[in-house]
C-alpha cells in the first residue's frame, strides 16, 4: 500500500474506473479535494495555558449537493487521513442517493486528556476557524469519532453566534431539544446492522449458526454488537481500543455495554470485574481478533486495520466495513484472492449519513415555515 492513505484512495479510484465510463474532467476533479483549509485552534486551558491544536475541515466535491461529513477528535488525525474520509464521504452520498457532496473534518487531539470545559472551548475555537467554509448550504459537519451530540449543540451554538441569527442546520447529529433527529445515535449500527442481516440472508446463513468477532466497541460497534446479540447471533469476540475479550461459546454483550457505560473507561470492554469474572473468557489483542476464525468480521474502529502484513491470516468468510478505509487496498487484493466478501464502508455505514440527510432536511423545511 502507499504510504500516504489518500495516495491508496486513489488506488481503489482507479480500480473502480475499470467497471465504469467516466469522464477524465470528472476523474481529475475526483483525484483534487475542493479546499482543504488546516487550522489552527487556541485553546485556554483549566490551568491557565494556551495550547494550540492543529483543525482541518476538507470539502472533497461539492458537485451532488452542500458537502457532509463528520468531524474526528483523535490524536491520529492529519491532512492525508481527513482528506481521505472526505473522498469517501463523496462516495458513501452518492451510493445512498444523498443530494449531498462529501466532507470530513478534524481535530488532532487526545479528547480523553481534556476537561469537559476544555473540549468545549476547543469545539467553539473550531467553529470560530472554520465558520467562513461552513454553513447549511455550503457544508454540514456532524459527529464521528469520539465527537457526540453535545459537542455537536456547542459547534451549532457558536455557529449561531457568529451568524447573529439561529441556525441549526449546520450541524447534524444534534441533540434533540436543539434541532436533532430521533434515532441519529444509533443510525450508524442500525444501518450496519441490515446489511449485515440483508447480506447473510442471500447467503442463506442463520443468526445463531453465525459467529462474528467486533474491533470497536463505540458508537458504531457496540450498538451493532447489541443489535446482533439481540438477533441471535453468537458473538465471540469484541474489543476497544485498550483490548478484547474472546469466548468461544458466545459473549453477553449487553452486560459488557453496561459495565463499560458505568466504568466509562475504556478498558472496562475487557473488564477486569464483575461480569467478566462470571464469564470463562480469555483476553485478546486488537490484531488477535482480526484473524479469528469466525464466519463475519467487522472492523468498527479505524481504518488500515487489515493490510498487506495481516491480510493473509483473515480467516472470517465476510468482512463488513464498518469503520471507514479500515481495510488497504493491497489487503483487499489478498482477501479477494482468498474467496473472503468484503462489504463495503461506504455502505455498510451510511446510515450515519442518511439520518443526518433527514435531521438536516426536517430542520431546513422548518426554518421555511417560521421564516
Ligand atoms: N461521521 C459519519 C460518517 O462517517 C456521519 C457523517 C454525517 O452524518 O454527516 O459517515
Known sequence: MPESLFADAMERLDAALQYVRVSQDAIDRLKSPKASPIVSIPVRMDDGSLKIFPGYRVRHDDTRGPTKGGVRYHPGVCLDEVQSLAFWMTFKCAALNLPFGGAKGGITVDPKTLSRMELERLSRGYIDAIADFIGPDIDIPAPDVYTNP???????????????????????????????????????????????????????????????????????????????????????????????????????????????DQNKGVDAAYCQGSVCNILDRETISNEELLTLDVDVLIPAALEKQITAENAEAVKAEIVFEVANGPITSSADAILDRNGIIVVPDILTNAGGVTVSYFEQNRRASYDSTVR
Open 150 to 260: 453535545t459537542i455537536m449543540g456547542w459547534m451549532m451554538d457558536r455557529y449561531s453566534i457568529i451568524k447573529r441569527k439561529l441556525v441549526p442546520a449546520v450541524v447534524t447529529g444534534k441533540p434533540t431539544p436543539l434541532g436533532g433527529i430521533v434515532g441519529r445515535q444509533t443510525a450508524t449500527a442500525t444501518g450496519a446492522f441490515w446489511v449485515v442481516q440483508t447480506v447473510l440472508n442471500k447467503l442463506e446463513r442463520l443468526p445463531y449458526e453465525t459467529t462474528v468477532a467486533i474491533q470497536g466497541f463505540g458508537n458504531a460497534g457496540g450498538i451493532l454488537a447489541e443489535l446482533l446479540f439481540k438477533a441471535g447471533y453468537r458473538l465471540v469476540a469484541v474489543s476497544d481500543s485498550q483490548g478484547g475479550i474472546y469466548r468461544k461459546e458466545g459473549l453477553d454483550i449487553p452486560s459488557i455495554r453496561q459495565y463499560k
